[in-house]
């Protein structure tokens, strides 16, 4: 497990070099995993997981098509997020052993180990102080950086650049969270999938941080990444924070996809739990694809779909209340009504759902049977709660 985490990490930094520098690829190439843990499912729509692949591995990406992926490794395929791959030619620097040497499955001297005879050439993937990830042939190990090269002088590889990549301080400390509440995602962007949050006092380890601002960090063996704005080297620092937080900025910045500000709304201005955000994300995915202006053949609208005399509801109290019903912060603020006036059965089930998977399961099941009530609504309740659990639930529980 210690030597598990150390890849981990090590990928995970490299990601955050990476962050802003490397490309769109095509299809047809072979890519790096830096995710801890990579997600395979059976489907495109990703709803079907059938297993999970290592930080490190090199799979071969066959195809490609917005953030999913077409993946093979040793004859088997599957789909995976693209975001938690790395394309290998926008790393790999071909080096050769210029001394007899030792490779080790992880950087560390107590790891497995394997000797190389000098001539042997690879790819060099990255560099730390004195070690070096190589690979060669799908396999990806360590060793040292002083052995590579005809002088022993190897550069740190460079990404397809952008004017100035941005400069990464590999270092672990320990930080307080002194914002209101930090955000965690599962790359350095705020683009990226929302993994969490964690309150203001919240001690946690970062492990690396660059110039843009984003920090690497650990909890309780759980990766992600943050704003090193957000968080103090001073432990005895105040844990509450530095300014007041308005609760709405969120919704009107621009700074949040759909999934994750929706997101955020259930669990902030709702106050239900992450199981439950989960369970709602899940119909919603399938309600209109977080398309927040969709509008279905039968006359259903906006990301729950309502029809008749709830869309008429929806259009008239957004109306009257100052909202844009075409807007994502009308539609949810218009749910939340909806909720509490004329489903406070639905309601009162959810906020009693344990934060768990099996409630995330729970509660998308019932959201979908008693709020969505779609055709074949007992077979799609099972599909969403399965999907709940499986996606949405392994994204963002902390």
């Given at each position: 497990?210690?030597?598990?985490?150390?890849?981990?990490?090590?990928?995970?930094?490299?990601?955050?070099?990476?962050?802003w520098?490397?490309?769109?690829?095509?299809?047809?190439?072979r890519?790096?995993?830096?995710?801890?843990?990579?997600?395979?499912?059976?489907?495109?729509?990703?709803?079907w997981?059938i297993?999970?692949?290592?930080?490190?591995?090199?799979?071969?990406?066959?195809?490609?098509?917005?953030?999913?992926?077409?993946?093979?490794?040793?004859?088997?395929?599957?789909?995976?997020?693209a975001?938690?791959?790395?394309?290998?030619?926008?790393?790999?620097?071909?080096?050769?052993?210029n001394?007899?040497?030792?490779?080790?499955?992880?950087?560390?001297?107590?790891?497995?180990?394997?000797?190389?005879?000098?001539?042997?050439?690879?790819?060099?993937?990255?560099?730390?102080?004195?070690?070096?990830?190589?690979?060669?042939?799908?396999i990806?190990?360590?060793?040292?950086?002083?052995?590579?090269?005809?002088?022993?002088?190897?550069?740190?590889?460079?990404?397809?650049?952008?004017?100035?990549?941005?400069?990464?301080?590999?270092?672990?400390?320990?930080?307080?969270?002194?914002?209101?509440m930090?955000?965690?995602?599962?790359?350095a962007?705020?683009?990226?999938?929302?993994?969490?949050?964690?309150?203001?006092?919240?001690?946690?380890?970062?492990?690396?941080?660059?110039?843009?601002?984003?920090?690497?960090?650990?909890?309780?063996?759980?990766?992600?990444?943050?704003?090193?704005?957000?968080?103090?080297?001073?432990?005895?620092?105040?844990?509450?924070?530095?300014?007041?937080?308005?609760?709405?900025?969120?919704?009107?910045?621009?700074?949040y996809?759909?999934?994750?500000?929706?997101?955020?709304?259930?669990?902030?201005?709702?106050?239900?739990?992450?199981?439950?955000?989960?369970?709602?994300?899940?119909?919603?995915?399938?309600?209109?694809?977080?398309?927040?202006?969709?509008?279905?053949?039968?006359?259903?609208?906006?990301?729950?779909?309502?029809?008749?005399?709830?869309?008429?509801?929806?259009?008239?109290?957004?109306?009257?209340?100052?909202?844009?019903?075409?807007t994502?912060?009308?539609?949810?603020?218009?749910?939340?009504?909806?909720?509490?006036?004329?489903?406070?059965?639905?309601?009162?089930?959810?906020?009693?759902?344990?934060?768990?998977?099996?409630?995330?399961?729970?509660?998308?099941?019932?959201?979908?049977?008693n709020?969505?009530?779609?055709?074949?609504?007992a077979t799609?309740?099972?599909?969403r709660?399965?999907?709940?659990?499986?996606?949405?639930?392994?994204?963002?529980?902390?």
């Amino acid at each position: 497990m210690r030597l598990h985490r150390k890849m981990r990490v090590w990928a995970a930094v490299l990601a955050l070099i990476l962050a802003w520098a490397v490309p769109a690829q095509a299809a047809g190439y072979r890519a790096i995993v830096t995710a801890g843990s990579m997600r395979v499912y059976a489907d495109a729509g990703c709803a079907w997981a059938i297993g999970t692949l290592p930080v490190t591995t090199v799979v071969t990406v066959e195809a490609q098509s917005g953030g999913t992926a077409l993946i093979s490794l040793g004859g088997a395929r599957g789909y995976a997020s693209a975001s938690d791959m790395v394309a290998l030619d926008d790393l790999a620097q071909p080096v050769t052993f210029n001394t007899d040497s030792r490779i080790y499955r992880a950087p560390d001297l107590s790891s497995e180990w394997m000797a190389i005879p000098a001539g042997f050439s690879c790819n060099l993937l990255a560099t730390n102080g004195s070690w070096a990830m190589v690979e060669n042939a799908g396999i990806v190990a360590y060793t040292n950086r002083d052995h590579l090269g005809g002088r022993g002088e190897v550069q740190q590889p460079q990404t397809p650049a952008q004017d100035s990549a941005p400069q990464v301080v590999v270092e672990t400390f320990e930080a307080r969270v002194t914002a209101q509440m930090m955000f965690i995602f599962e790359s350095a962007s705020a683009t990226a999938p929302l993994i969490g949050g964690l309150p203001a006092g919240q001690v946690v380890n970062v492990h690396a941080y660059n110039s843009e601002g984003w920090a690497l960090i650990e909890l309780s063996g759980h990766y992600g990444f943050a704003r090193i704005s957000d968080m103090t080297r001073d432990l005895d620092a105040p844990s509450e924070p530095s300014a007041p937080e308005q609760p709405d900025d969120y919704l009107t910045s621009g700074e949040y996809s759909v999934e994750q500000t929706i997101f955020l709304f259930l669990t902030r201005e709702m106050d239900l739990n992450t199981a439950v955000a989960c369970g709602i994300l899940a119909n919603v995915e399938r309600e209109c694809s977080f398309k927040v202006t969709n509008q279905s053949n039968d006359g259903g609208y906006g990301i729950c779909q309502w029809t008749g005399v709830r869309n008429t509801r929806l259009k008239n109290w957004c109306r009257d209340n100052g909202y844009d019903h075409s807007t994502l912060e009308g539609q949810l603020w218009y749910l939340k009504y909806e909720l509490e006036n004329h489903h406070p059965k639905t309601l009162r089930y959810l906020r009693g759902v344990e934060n768990s998977a099996d409630g995330a399961y729970d509660a998308a099941y019932y959201f979908c049977y008693n709020f969505e009530i779609p055709a074949k609504r007992a077979t799609r309740s099972v599909e969403r709660g399965n999907i709940a659990r499986d996606k949405y639930w392994e994204r963002y529980a902390v």
